[in-house]
């Protein structure tokens, strides 16, 4: 797992997380590291990508990955999971418009990692907003490639 984070104390968390679930990670300090790294060759599961971080945010290290992965430059297939505190409707369509598969929140949670990584990669997921009349829009489903939930 890279876990691509700036705070300190939310790499320790997530670091405990994902030993607690039988794997290891690395830590990238903002998404221009991380950009780095997979350029280096990094091979991960998942990537945990916070959003909102100096130097390079996680929605353009996202994009920047997925464009090495459409020049050849970096394998494809690589499944970045978006993790912030922000749970809006807008956070969520922001992730996927970047090229993010998954959008958590905070914390993170050793059943949820487990859960993501049961999921069949690179399932792409479609949100279905509702722009109710009072103006809030919330996600109200999630929907996979395949038709599932």
Do not use: W
Request: overall charge negative.
């Amino acid at each position: 797992v890279l876990i691509v984070e700036d705070n300190l104390m939310n790499q320790k968390v997530a670091k405990v997380v994902v030993k607690h679930c039988g794997m290891t990670a690395d830590v990238a300090n903002n998404g221009a590291e991380a950009v780095e790294i997979m350029k280096g060759g990094g091979l991960y599961d998942v990537i945990l990508m916070d959003i909102q971080m100096p130097v390079m945010d996680g929605l353009e290290a996202t994009q920047r990955i997925r464009e090495m992965e459409a020049t050849g430059t970096i394998a494809k297939g690589n499944y970045i999971v978006a993790t912030s505190a922000n749970a809006t409707a807008e956070n969520h369509r922001e992730g996927y418009e970047a090229g993010m598969d998954e959008y958590i929140t905070k914390p993170i949670y050793p059943s949820k990692l487990k859960e993501l990584l049961a999921k069949p990669k690179r399932m792409q997921t479609v949100l279905e907003f509702d722009d109710g009349a009072d103006g809030d829009a919330e996600v109200t489903s999630l929907i996979g490639r395949n038709g599932s939930g």
